[in-house]
């Protein structure tokens, strides 16, 4: 069973930075990818990065330029750099593993573990 830790967040003005973490007791056969996922009140839950095993990462064209999702191996912990933060970026915002593809990394529904989620509030 695949647990995720997060860490991080807060609350900080626009354009400020912050960085989370979320570290994971393993990666298994099944699992291929750590995302990255927010979700505000009223709204649906928006992938905002992944990272695959091999390295590759993707990202949404709302967070392009600003965020950095990274991987330490050695320490089995995912990180999300988050730099220039908007009011927008306000949110609850969850590390997920799973196993998905490049076409369909966003869709939570595949990804079977999460952390238990972090607040991030960026005030204008």
């Known amino acids: 069973q695949v647990q995720l830790v997060q860490s991080g967040g807060g609350s900080v003005q626009a354009g400020g930075s912050l960085r989370l973490s979320c570290v994971y007791s393993?990666?298994?056969?099944?699992?291929?990818?750590m995302g990255w996922f927010r979700q505000a009140p009223g709204t649906e839950r928006e992938g905002v990065a992944v990272?695959?095993?091999?390295?590759?990462?993707y990202y949404a064209d709302s967070v392009k330029g600003r965020f950095t999702i990274s991987r330490d191996n050695a320490k089995n912990t995912v990180y999300l750099q988050m730099n220039s933060l908007k009011p927008e970026d306000t949110a609850m915002y969850y590390c997920?593993?799973?196993?998905?593809?490049?076409?369909?990394?966003?869709?939570?529904?595949?990804?079977?573990?999460w952390g238990q989620g972090t607040q991030v509030t960026v005030s204008s």
């Open positions: 997920a593993a799973g196993w998905t593809y490049v076409s369909n990394w966003s869709r939570g529904y595949l990804y079977n573990h």
């Open positions: 393993e990666y298994t056969s099944s699992t291929n990818s």
């Open positions: 990272i695959y095993k091999g390295g590759s990462t």
